[in-house]
């Protein structure tokens, strides 16, 4: 839009716990970006949306995808690069590589710095907010050496052999348990040492996210209706329906590397290879990476930032990503892609309304910005859920599939739309 820009980053003169590298948009966590289907998912809607507002994230994530069975995984190291070379070689964009440690009082300014904002910064968006932002915890999965799989025990295959091609339908690597093996594997888990929190900390955990051992507690059958279901896999080797399966998703487009899917853990590095072995498969497994835990921080969006995502308090900054209250690389990047839009459009004279709220980014804004209750205020994923009800007319009531059919055809209209505007 010709707005020049200077972009702040403390990395990797400052660290994290998390990140690894120097490079913009590096993916900590999982690396993918979840459901690609824009006509039934609210993920995948988003998706959408944001390549029709040619967004720098998803076009970077479509370039770099790795096969997932309907999944948008990208091969993570090459991703975050072409983000940073795009960016670099941008000629309205200069890059500063320090830390910022205060809220700026003149300028116009977006803060996006995520889950993991340094604590010189943290402190002054709590200063300037006047409360305690929020903290939660949020957990790593482990990532696993391909080659130490046993694949004489374990298989290739999609849940339900999902994808348009064979490399999507064997995208995922299953390792499965009889019940003997499953419920060792609770115990085992549940007795692991696990992290312990600093004094004043709690462990308020995004559902979407819990670490592996928490999802135990709360049922020793609760990992068999969640990361570890048996439903739509085959067992090739055996004919014999398992009585719960591990998966394994591929990290990288060498495919050397894969991650164990729904897997976050706060199990100390030592109990993690031990029970982790455990799984069959995986006995005699190299980890490239263990599971880890860091606290994530967010703003109570619905009492600090306006429509438009401005600050209440200081309407010269403005607020995206995870730091908002979304939760997810895609929700957070989509608030950025709108934060940016928003920002730039002020600065050249005009005034950008919001996406409508029958669209997915119209929809989590909506929500951060208003339609939550900042009492209860968690991060939330983008789902239908967040949506205006649909009308007879668009399959209001129909069954789920043809329903969430109605919010994605209304949606992409309205979105459309929006941008024509």
Not at 39 to 53: C, F, I, Q, S, Y
Not at 232 to 239: D, F, S, V
Request: charged share 25%; with cysteine.
């Amino acid at each position: 839009m010709g707005v020049p820009v200077v972009l702040h980053e403390m990395r990797p003169h400052v660290g994290t716990f998390a990140h690894r590298t120097g490079s913009f948009a590096e993916m900590v966590c999982s690396n993918s970006f979840r459901s690609d289907d824009d006509e039934r998912n609210a993920v995948g809607l988003l998706h959408w949306e944001m390549r029709a507002a040619n967004g720098l994230i998803l076009d970077a994530a479509t370039r770099h995808r790795l096969p997932a069975g309907g999944a948008l995984a990208v091969d993570r190291d090459p991703f975050a690069e072409y983000v940073t070379e795009r960016l670099r070689a941008h000629p309205l964009v200069e890059v500063s590589l320090a830390e910022v440690t205060e809220l700026p009082t003149t300028g116009d300014w977006i803060i996006a710095t995520g889950p993991l904002t340094s604590g010189a910064l943290a402190d002054s968006i709590r200063a300037v907010t006047g409360a305690e932002h929020l903290a939660f915890f949020d957990a790593i999965a482990p990532i696993v050496h391909a080659d130490t799989i046993d694949m004489s025990i374990a298989w290739r295959q999609s849940r339900y052999d999902k994808g348009d091609t064979e490399e999507e339908r064997t995208a995922y690597i299953n390792c499965p348990m009889d019940k003997a093996q499953y419920e060792a594997f609770i115990d085992a888990m549940l007795a692991a040492d696990k992290t312990t929190f600093h004094e004043g900390e709690t462990a308020g955990y995004f559902d979407g996210c819990l670490p592996v051992e928490v999802m135990a507690e709360r049922g020793r059958e609760t990992l068999r209706f969640g990361p570890m279901k048996p439903v739509g896999l085959t067992n090739p080797h055996t004919g014999i329906k398992a009585h719960a399966v591990v998966q394994l998703r591929r990290d990288n487009a060498l495919g050397t590397l894969y991650n164990i899917v729904g897997f976050q853990t706060k199990m100390k590095h030592g109990a993690q290879t031990s029970v982790f072995r455990m799984i069959p498969g995986l006995q005699d497994a190299s980890f490239a990476r263990l599971g880890g835990i860091h606290r994530n921080t967010f703003i109570n969006s619905p009492t600090l930032l306006d429509h438009r995502m401005r600050l209440r308090p200081r309407p010269n900054i403005r607020f995206a990503g995870q730091i908002t209250g979304v939760e997810g690389y895609v929700e957070s990047a989509a608030m950025g892609l709108l934060a940016g839009r928003m920002a730039a459009a002020e600065i050249v004279g005009t005034d950008l309304p919001p996406p409508p709220r029958e669209t997915a980014m119209g929809a989590l804004l909506a929500h951060i910005t208003g339609d939550a209750d900042a009492k209860t205020f968690q991060p939330m994923n983008v789902n239908f859920g967040l949506f205006p009800p649909l009308d007879d007319a668009r399959g209001g009531r129909k069954g789920r599939k043809d329903r969430y059919k109605g919010y994605t055809d209304r949606a992409k209209e309205a979105f459309t739309a929006w941008l024509a505007a």
